[in-house]
């Protein structure tokens, strides 16, 4: 006997600063639904897109474009950085989603992001509740900063980690050649405005004092001038050349941004992200060492060339388990990565409650930093090195570029006026 | 019969700043003479271990470590930033050099540089001669810059174009999904300080209008600020976002360049490396948009993971044919590559004389710029696109790095007294 094809639509959005392996969630979720034949909508530019009722119907894209979004960095049917007030401070908003969920016959919600998002999800499917609509809202963890609770890890840091432990190696061998005469002070600058995880990611380049990186800020410790001069100072004189990672959260002693109180632009504004420049002019001050300075921003979390499989694995496992969990009528819950065993790496899908995600940080435990705060333990190896394990290059094409995926996103036809808070 | 071996050992030196592929050159360079039985030495830090008689002796490495040079970025051997003075300047630096070779019966030195390395090699050879020691120098390119004179292309070159233009492609999805609510203006600030090779790479990330990047900056073309910002302004209205590759080396009417005009850091000294920076802040201060920037200097050049296979595979070839040209007793030459196809893409390796390389500069060709100034024309696509072709990627241990070559690097005792200039 044929199994009756659930009824309703399912809703993907993706939510805050996008990865490297998003699209590879978004390959999971609607690979996974097809194989149910349930119909996928993807939000266009996150949560706007559900608001303004701008939604993309993903069953006019072929199955080879689906296919490839597991190897297309960016977010393909765009996000945005908006968060959704309290349900007392504009109730509006959330009743506008379910006014059009129940336009579309939306019966799962998947929501695709941090947590922040986690919180709207739990929100969303607590007021579906209260306005008898009946809705499933699933959290799908991603975020570069690694900062959710209970999942053993963030989909989208895995590849970020990778590309800074790589370009932190690759800088050094470059700086070692050429101290002799030249830079004998590198220093990389690296996204985590709250938590160190990436930093710390970049100490996976190398093992031992005088293994690169030899020095890493975290924002977890306050930036200080004469223990980072007098290490600079001493790897200088000892190896030759000193390679420095550091956080653009880093705190000074008044707990300010130090990118934000050192450097000034051409018209006084402080210069944001730019903590590298600031201790660079520090270190050409103090101790007079050529220096070269690295920013790689955008590219660091969009390098889908340079992706851990483990973490592009995991991306598409949580798409892939979110829509399994949607369809099995849970509610309320995000796909987690369970971890059984650090080597062989070893991990699993669960699920867990949103309540204990939403709007919780999970911070850098303080056994990972050495004691002197400028490295890694023992203990933080053993947890991140498994997520830069495996290479999942795309496919190029002969023009010697990657063969990222394009979508037509064509907007599925609004049946309700325009939304105005 | 036997034939006999060649008398006498072979000297390679790396000079300036290094590559993501001269090492590949190095390997190149050791097969040949292992297979051909002749023993090589290598001048620790370039130049200036052959002045210190610091030789480093390339038999103690494993055959396995020397075709890992092949896929490790950096200089194996060390390289430096030291430009011997003219003949009748220092004549002692030269004098001491044959000494050296003397010495260690050096009979072919080959010098992996730029146009500055190759004026080095011809005065050498030419100085031989003049003491009556029987040396074969040969140049052997080299540089990221793209600037040598009469070779189609520079070792080096292809791969950081790669690394740009999947860089701009990569960080453009990024942008493209979040600038309804983010980011509207990325700017990715490129090496370059004299040509616009590099920013012109990163032309290849897209084509047509619309496509990234939107606006390029050549040092070829006087910064115009009004043009400029018309032109993200038209840009942003019109795809919704905007991103701009800035070389290094962009100079403002008065002809400085812009990079040290317009920011101070905390000490008041101007920060180099910094055109993004000042860019940004123009367009926040003119235009309001949010910005974002990256500079990804050294990572750029070092990026092996990246590497494009047409330039791994000329870097190789050109390490093999300088051995080649040296055995056969030519000598002040450089093997060159010459293009005889864009496709699809044909070269091969020829020897020129040093002397129409030495100390000039291959400048962009006017007809590579659009009218604007702003992008790359069809013919400039047509040089280009063959050097990035093709991926190489090095091995990857299980720990997810890739496998890069440690050498030995044991010196050769010296024989003669300590040189002071």
Redesign the interface.
């Known amino acids: 006997m044929k199994k009756a094809r659930p009824e309703g639509r399912l809703l993907y959005a993706?939510s805050g600063?996008?990865t490297?392996v998003i699209n590879a969630t978004a390959a999971g979720v609607i690979e996974a639904a097809r194989a149910k034949g349930v119909p996928v909508y993807a939000a266009h530019?996150g949560i706007?897109g559900a608001l303004r009722e701008e939604l993309i119907d993903t069953s006019k894209e072929s199955k080879a474009a689906i296919a490839a979004l597991r190897h297309?960095?960016?977010?393909?049917?765009?996000?945005?950085?908006?968060k959704l007030k309290s349900l007392d401070a504009n109730r509006a908003e959330y009743e506008r989603l379910i006014d059009v969920f129940r336009a579309h016959d939306i019966r799962w919600f998947l929501y695709n992001g941090g947590n922040d998002s986690a919180d709207t999800a739990l929100k969303i499917s607590q007021l579906g509740k209260a306005m008898n609509y009946d809705i499933r809202c699933i959290g799908v963890p991603k975020t570069v900063d690694n900062d959710l609770a209970v999942t053993d890890c963030c989909p989208g840091f895995g590849s970020v980690a990778?590309y800074t432990?790589?370009?932190t190696?690759?800088?050094s061998?470059?700086?070692?050649?050429?101290a002799?005469?030249?830079?004998k002070v590198?220093i990389?600058e690296v996204m985590g405005r709250h938590a160190g995880w990436i930093a710390a990611a970049a100490g996976?380049?190398g093992e031992g004092a005088d293994a690169p990186p030899h020095i890493i800020l975290f924002p977890e410790r306050t930036f200080d001038e004469a223990a980072f001069l007098a290490k600079v100072k001493a790897t200088v004189e000892r190896v030759g050349w000193c390679t420095v990672v550091a956080s653009e959260g880093l705190l000074n002693a008044e707990g300010q941004f130090l990118a934000e109180a050192?450097?000034?632009?051409?018209?006084g504004?402080s210069?944001l992200?730019?903590v590298a420049?600031?201790l660079a002019?520090l270190v050409?001050?103090k101790l007079g060492y050529k220096y070269?300075?690295?920013?790689?921003?955008?590219?660091q979390?969009?390098?889908?060339?340079?992706a851990?499989k483990?973490d592009a694995d995991q991306a598409y496992a949580v798409g892939k388990a979110a829509v399994d969990y949607a369809l099995a009528g849970m509610n309320a819950v995000m796909p987690v990565i369970v971890r059984s065993s650090d080597a062989p790496y070893r991990w699993k899908i669960e699920p867990a409650p949103l309540s204990k995600i939403a709007n919780r940080e999970k911070k850098m435990p303080a056994s990972f930093l050495t004691r002197d705060g400028f490295g890694i333990t023992a203990a933080a190896r053993r947890y991140l090195?498994p997520l830069?394990?495996?290479?999942a290059?795309p496919p190029?094409g002969?023009?010697?570029?990657?063969q990222?995926a394009t979508l037509k996103n064509t907007l599925v036809a609004r049946k309700l006026a325009p939304f105005s808070k």
Not at 262 to 267: E, I, S, V
Not at 398 to 402: A, E, I, S, V, Y
């Open positions: 993706q600063g996008v490297a530019n706007l297309t960095p960016g977010g393909a049917f765009g996000s945005c950085r908006y990778k432990a790589v370009s190696l690759e800088a061998l470059d700086v070692a050649s050429m002799d005469t030249s830079t590198f990389l996976l380049a050192g450097t000034r632009d051409a018209f504004h210069q992200g730019g420049p600031v002019a050409k001050e070269h300075w690295a920013l790689p921003d955008y590219l979390r969009s390098a889908r060339h340079l851990s483990t090195s830069i394990q495996g290479e290059p190029y002969k023009n010697g570029l990657p990222y």
